[in-house]
């Protein structure tokens, strides 16, 4: 039933197993065959785990929860590109009607010395929270606010704060850079507050918090590849980097 | 007498909440500086309430099973947040979504709980556009709102198809600021496995770190669980795969009572299943329903394109039963009018088990309006579409982009297929107004209450009532309590073997610890041979077809008896491979499956007990000749609040419903 038309794929899959943070990791193969192209690329996850359980094998860890896109879990690093070939989606919204029968597929964790590998494909994203938890945020006590209609916000500023807010903090801007720079991440937050008017009352402190919090955690530095920007699969934009360069700069030279 | 005692404030409706908060006792700052408050779930509830009370001093840890508290399943909420702003000037008010909440639950809810929900309801939107929430504006500066199921009136908040990830942002980077402030101490990658109890008082909670699999004992004087709901119980929801019943069950094991466990909500658009690979199901927000059409064919079995089947042979049934509320019926009938119709044969799709959710006649609305606000006469019908799409891509963009990643269907050319599925749980442990439950020092907030939906909840009501509890309720609320463990430890603070001095020490804490070790060796060393996830599907379908949209008594006693064997063969033949000691997702969902199979048990216990229907609980001897659900106010207007007393056996609590201040009537939207 459904849309699918039915196809059948048979795969390789070559999957980093790693036993631990300090373990060394290698790729596994494993064959595959009957993958219906109305499957999820972790549903095919799903029916190999199941393979290799009744097999007396190891399930292979993989993050995930929320599989529509939005919870930011799932991070597999496939084919060499975050969240696979489609542009604009998470490795959960991928599905197999995008892979061709007889196919090999290279999956591996993200790759980033911010985040560690705790087992197999999962990794430690941390260091996100911590750059919030440094500034991401307007300081704000329950019970403090005022009539949500006295702030007067004009719709194209809102929309903008939307868009970069829209970040799910997946971390595939990482997982793609080459320096595995945060850029993208923390200026989404930082452009985020800076258009609202809520925000301009810590919008210096907030910048340069955030940004040395970022360095701390060993992410490295953008040189403007761009790559975050064709990665992310919530289309969050260059311009917020840019724009957040320009809030530090007047954050640091008063 | 009850063992139930609500504590439900004395006075008029509108007077309980605002005098009760007002004589509530205090805890001095000092005072709440050495008071601990452990909050298990990290979702708008929980993250709402750690945050207000970190601010308000007291000493907090939080608690998610997630990689980080921005995970939790709040995020993945699409269409908004009901407030009694009355921004539209339409006639709203805070007795309106009182009333239309009571109404849209079927008179199963406890009054003075929603009414206090509405209350709160404008505060919520305040907070949240303080905290720089980007919710959906006008060209004017002011916020929009639209229309959800169950209302006449738009009271809904939005932030496009994403209204729940940026509400659950904006708690979570209150959250954020008081872990970095050193208020919280946050556990990411940490499961709660029980709550720890001496003297029937809650004292802490034993949780395994899901890395390093190590077993940790936690104090604290008040434990709030914010677990969100149960709908995993069915295998395939809306719900996210992690989404679980374990912290809220052991609770319940442990003493609380477990309300209207039968009480679930099955949501009428999803997208269908497309084969035995399915892991989950995919909501598409109610909010369509303000813009897309609901229909079948009139003839039955039709194999025509959708596109190709003209107007007149259409058969907008919710239109046609409800014409008062047309396409925006609350969900519990609208899921059984979809259901109603391909029983009948009118499905469509390969698997006739769909209806049609069309937007091109109000995609052509907004065209025309589109063009004539730009001046363009006579325009073309490719013209007008072309517009209203635009009109129709900026409201609902990631939905349709979800639509066609998951079913390869362009939406905006062809209607949506979609068919109910579950979506939300109303049932949940039982709180008393204060949301305590009926063990001493353990509360239950947001989806893991019973308290505010009766058997049916109103869309978009979920995030109103999350953030009401953690917001606005808790942080009074809990003082009852902690201002008499102030008492208690000053009155304490000479005994050596207090609590407050031994706190993890005390031996109750080593034996909870135990308890949970041997429970996770136990499943390792079954070793049986079938996996846990077949287990998790088995038992789905058992309750998907005997305790899903329809039940009837003889299927409901064939579930438990099914759910019986199944936990059996659980129990001497599941494999779970791996050791403890490492990070070991089957085992983590070893046992989320065990406490699933219990509750599928308690569940059709509870809808075999409720002989009438009611929202979501649809049994089929109880339904009038039009097929809508019968109540039976005489023999079960009460809450039912179950209370566990071994293996397969429970005992039956009533609470009363008292209606002071909304007559009681037949539920009608037509």
């Known amino acids: ?254 | 007498m009850s063992k139930l005692d609500s504590k439900i404030p004395e006075g008029s409706i509108e007077q309980k909440w605002t005098k009760y908060r007002s004589s509530i006792a205090l805890v001095n700052p000092a005072n709440k500086r050495s008071l601990e408050v452990l909050v298990v779930g990290s979702g708008l509830a929980g993250a709402s309430a750690a945050a207000t009370l970190a601010e308000a001093g007291y000493k907090v840890k939080v608690f998610c099973f997630q990689d980080s508290p921005r995970r939790a399943h709040s995020i993945a909420a699409q269409g908004g947040i009901n407030a009694a702003k009355n921004y539209q000037n339409d006639g709203d008010s805070t007795y309106r979504l009182f009333y239309d909440t009571i109404k849209g639950g079927d008179y199963r809810a406890r009054e003075a709980n929603v009414h206090r929900l509405a209350e709160v309801s404008t505060s919520i939107i305040d907070q949240c556009v303080a905290q720089g929430v980007p919710l959906a504006r006008e060209y004017g500066g002011l916020l929009s709102n639209r229309s959800f199921g169950g209302t006449q009136v738009q009271r809904t908040f939005y932030a496009a198809g994403q209204t729940g990830q940026q509400l659950l942002l904006g708690a979570y980077s209150a959250l954020q600021r008081q872990v970095g402030s050193g208020n919280i101490e946050l556990c990411h990658r940490h499961e709660m496995l029980d709550i720890v109890t001496i003297d029937g008082v809650t004292r802490g909670i034993i949780a395994r770190n899901l890395i390093t699999g190590e077993m940790e004992k936690h104090f604290g004087h008040a434990v709030l669980l914010c677990t969100g709901g149960y709908g995993n119980v069915f295998y395939l929801s809306t719900n996210a795969m992690g989404s679980n019943v374990t912290a809220a069950w052991k609770a319940h094991k442990k003493g609380a009572f477990f309300a209207n466990p039968c009480y679930t909500q099955i949501h009428p658009t999803c997208i269908p299943v497309s084969g035995d690979h399915q892991s989950k199901l995919t909501l598409m927000s109610e909010s369509l329903r303000n813009d897309g059409r609901i229909w079948v064919p009139k003839k039955k079995d039709d194999t025509r394109k959708a596109t190709d089947i003209p107007e007149e042979e259409r058969d907008y049934y919710l239109e046609r039963r409800y014409p008062a509320f047309g396409n925006l019926v609350p969900r519990d009938v609208a899921s059984r009018a979809a259901k109603e119709r391909c029983d009948a044969g009118y499905g469509v799709g390969k698997s006739k088990m769909a209806v049609y959710l069309d937007f091109a006649f109000n995609t052509a609305r907004y065209g025309k309006t589109e063009a004539t606000k730009r001046n363009l006469h006579n325009p073309s019908q490719e013209e007008i579409m072309r517009l209203g799409k635009e009109v129709v891509k900026e409201k609902y963009g990631n939905l349709f982009d979800m639509y066609q990643q998951i079913t390869g269907e362009n939406p905006y050319e062809v209607p949506m297929r979609i068919y109910p599925a579950v979506h939300y749980t109303m049932g949940g442990l039982w709180v008393d107004y204060n949301l305590m439950t009926t063990v001493k020092g353990l509360y239950a907030l947001g989806e893991a209450n019973f308290s505010d939906h009766g058997a049916n909840r109103l869309g978009a009501s979920a995030l109103m009532q999350g953030l009401a509890d953690g917001y606005f309720v808790i942080p009074y609320t809990l003082g009852v309590y902690l201002s008499a463990e102030v008492t208690r430890m000053s009155a304490e603070k000479d005994k050596s073997d207090s609590i407050d001095k031994l706190k993890t020490k005390h031996p109750a804490f080593e034996t909870a610890l135990k308890e949970q070790t041997d429970l996770i060796n136990k499943f390792l060393n079954i070793k049986g041979t079938k996996s846990v996830e077949s287990f998790h599907k088995r038992l789905g379908l058992i309750i998907w077809n005997k305790c899903g949209m329809a039940r009837n008594k003889q299927g409901l006693l064939d579930a438990i008896a099914e759910i019986q064997a199944l936990r059996k063969e659980f129990w001497s033949d599941v494999r779970v491979l791996g050791t403890a000691n490492e990070f070991n997702p089957d085992l983590e969902k070893a046992g989320r499956v065990a406490d699933f199979i219990e509750l599928g048990e308690l569940m059709c216990k509870d809808a075999l007990n409720r002989e009438e229907s009611c929202g979501g609980h649809f049994r089929e001897e109880h339904q009038t000749e039009e097929g809508e659900a019968k109540r039976d106010d005489v023999n079960f207007a009460y809450v039912a609040a179950w209370e566990y007393k071994g293996v397969s056996e429970w005992e039956l609590n009533k609470e009363e419903l008292k209606y002071e201040n909304i007559k009681i009537a037949q539920r009608s939207y037509k």
């Open chain 1, 1 to 254: 039933m459904g849309s699918g038309n039915g196809t059948e794929l048979n795969l390789t899959l070559k999957v980093w197993r790693q036993k631990n943070t300090k373990a060394t990791g290698s790729f596994e193969t494993h064959q595959l065959t009957g993958i219906s192209t109305d499957m999820s690329f972790l549903e095919m996850f799903d029916v190999l785990n199941e393979k290799l359980i009744s097999e007396g094998k190891e399930a292979i860890a993989f993050d995930h929860d929320c599989r529509e896109g939005i919870c930011g879990m799932c991070s597999m690093y496939i084919n060499g590109r975050p969240h696979g070939p489609k542009q604009g989606v998470t490795t959960c919204q991928l599905h197999m009607r995008s892979f061709k029968t007889g196919d090999t597929i290279v999956v591996e964790p993200w790759r980033s010395g911010a985040f560690p590998v705790i087992k197999d494909l999962a990794v430690d994203r941390s260091a996100f929270d911590r750059i919030i938890a440094s500034g991401g945020y307007i300081s704000v006590n329950t019970g403090n606010a005022q009539d949500a209609n006295n702030i007067l916000i004009p719709k194209t500023d809102a929309d903008e704060a939307f868009g970069a807010a829209a970040c799910i903090g997946c971390g595939a801007c990482v997982a793609a850079c080459k320096n595995s720079s945060a850029m993208l991440f923390v200026s989404a937050k930082v452009s985020q507050l800076a258009l609202l008017p809520q925000g301009q009352v810590e919008r210096k402190e907030r910048v340069l918090k955030m940004v040395a919090q970022m360095d701390e955690e060993g992410f490295g530095n953008c040189t403007n590849t761009g790559a975050c920007e064709a990665e992310c699969p919530k289309g969050i934009s260059l311009e917020n980097i840019a724009r957040m360069n320009r809030e530090l700069m007047g954050a640091t030279f008063k």
